[in-house]
């Protein structure tokens, strides 16, 4: 068991011909991801490294491999549409890599991917990985390794250096999930919670996130209300100056709220461990596990 | 991306906002001539992307054409937030009878564009935010229908009882939305929406800040970049596809993502040192990124050493060696370098450094002390 993604699980890659996602199609086959199908409009019939075949859209991919997952390395402009695509064709789990995608197309995507009733996971996200199984997406395989502990994260490298550290330390993960850090995305931390709580395979969690909004605060909330698991969580941007002020509508929206000081203060309220610096998670995590 | 008062003003009539006549001077001379034109009373506003420029000095009444040339050469040159004034709106002066607020911003929360509008608008509104909330009415908008009339109707009548009034500010708001969407906004704020004694409803000051994602296929909003605005590395930075924010400590950051960025600061800070910027070298590397990175930083005076934090995933370090390489034969460094770097071509990028007469370590805490303690003039 695991979370989103496991050794069942049937990949196409949109722009699986491009130079970033021929590059990563070849990672996670290596890595041992069941990669089923690739689309790239104009170049079906190839296939792709010999073996993967390569269709002109989603839904003709979709229903020649049976595919129910889709991973997006498209350019910004056109990510929009390739996240429509695969929730239209019935897709189940779509991870859109692409970074830059504009706001405004996400405010009309994420309802029209919920009414599919498809997750989404990015944009703007490093994908995820559950070691030992299959990974979609551009985290390091040889950093993670199998064991007790869910991954949930707003930043890519980041992330890496945690698991890294983790992995370094004897402790292995279920799943490493990156929802991205773009303002309008598919899955929100709680959503990433929810799962790691009924994984039985997930003992403990980390939690990785920023200065900025209040989807942390959000989350403590829900581990306080709804989690029996440990959660040990980190914020990053401590030290980083107040963001540029954005108009008045800005302030007025989010209040004071959004600082590293007042998350983490939503941490300790909701009893998780406070990571002060990435090294911490091991120790924190250790004597949750025991 | 911010755009000036003038500019989303500008923007705004096209959609046909009511928005009184003016004109952007850059001298003195120009904004008499504007004042003339206008025949009215003016205000002449500074343009500077900062907040508070009233009450910063930077907006005047004139009400005469000779009191415009005498203000604006007052206001141009003057310093607000750091920002130099380099040109002014001469615009006609509103008889103001009552002031609201009316504002879109992309939200976090709701995953929506929601709109916010007040009936006690103007300079304290985000006072009135704070104070006293339900004089705010907060409402999202589904981007797959736009706001509907029947919805601005019902934000006109939480602003006015007035059914002109109430009717006039929905289709305000909802010229407003289309520019919001056209335009690529993540903010769109009038404020103050002003009703004259007459019983017009005008927008007096508008703002706008664009979506730097939106800029490549928006050509022509992507014109409206006031470079003269910004810092000149921030500009730079930008140009070598590079984040780039200065600080004010002396321990200049190297690193890839936005996430290990700020916590790579967070630890100089941790073991006692001040860091000298945010740098993010982003996703994918090459090497000259990495030479437009040590320029930028070693053109700070402040910084003591600098600490090269890469995580090599899509990001190739052996790339980062390269670009260290490449960068440091042209320009021998004159303070201390830290590398610590892992991942992606980890080997490969060792020996190129150790080649070179560099070290690295693979340790993120290990690194940081060191940098640390050599900005303080340790050995």
Known sequence: MAVFIDKNTKLIVQGITGRDGSFHAKQMMEYGTQVVGGVTPGKGGMKFEDKVPVFDTVEQAVQATGANASVIYVPPMGAADAIMEAAAAGVQLIVCITEGVPVLDMTVVRPFVIEKGARLLGPNCPGLITPGESKVGIIPGRICTPGPVGIVSRSGTLTYEIVYQLTRAGIGQTTCVGIGGDPINGTSFIDALEAFEKDPKTKAVCMMGEIGGTDEQEAAEFIKREMKKPVVGFIAGQTAPPGRRMGHAGAIISGSSGTAAEKIEAFKAAGMGVAARPKDFVDLIKARLA | ?379
């Open chain 2, 1 to 379: 991306m911010n755009i000036h008062e003038f500019q989303a003003k500008d923007i705004l009539r096209r959609y046909g906002v009511p928005i009184p006549p003016g004109e952007v001077a850059r001298t003195a001379d120009e904004a008499h001539a504007i004042a003339t034109k206008i025949g009215k009373a003016v205000m002449v506003k500074a343009q500077v992307h900062a907040g508070g420029r009233g009450k910063a000095g930077g907006v005047k009444f004139c009400p005469t054409p000779d009191v415009a040339k005498e203000k604006a050469t007052a206001i141009l040159g003057m310093d607000i937030k750091g920002l130099t004034v380099e040109q002014v709106l001469v615009t006609e002066a509103a008889d103001i009878g009552t002031e609201a607020y009316v504002g879109i911003i992309v939200d976090r929360a709701t995953k929506k564009a929601v709109f916010m509008v007040s009936a006690a608008g103007g300079i304290d509104i985000e006072e009135v935010a704070a104070t006293t909330p339900e004089k705010i009415k907060y409402h999202p908008v589904d981007a797959r229908y736009g706001l509907r009339p029947y919805e601005a109707m019902q934000l006109g009548f939480f602003l006015y009882k007035d059914v002109k009034q109430a009717k006039a500010a929905a289709n305000i708001m909802r010229q407003l939305y289309q520019a919001f969407v056209d335009a690529g906004c993540s903010l769109a704020e009038i404020n103050p929406l002003v009703v004259t004694p007459t019983g017009e409803v005008i927008a007096v000051d508008a703002k706008m800040v664009i979506d730097d994602n939106e800029l490549d296929r928006k050509p022509a909003i992507a014109a409206l970049r006031d470079e003269s605005s910004e810092a000149p590395s921030e500009v730079e930075a930008r140009k070598a596809n590079l984040t780039f924010i200065k600080l004010d400590g002396n321990v200049g950051c190297v690193v890839n993502g936005a996430g290990l960025a700020m916590a790579t600061m967070d630890l100089v800070k941790y073991y006692g040192g001040e860091p000298a910027n945010f740098l993010d070298i982003g996703g994918s590397s090459n090497p000259e990124k990495v030479v437009n990175a040590l320029r930028i930083i070693t053109a700070d005076p402040n910084v003591k050493a600098i600490l090269f934090n890469i995580f090599g995933g899509i990001t190739r370090t052996d790339d980062v060696a390269n670009g260290i390489v490449t960068a440091t034969k042209a320009n021998p460094l004159k303070v201390p370098i830290v590398i610590r770097l892992t991942g992606t071509n980890e080997e490969i990028a060792v020996k190129i450094l150790q080649e070179n007469g560099f070290s690295a370590s693979s340790d993120m805490d290990e690194a940081v002390q060191r940098a640390v303690e050599l900005a303080k003039g340790g050995k």
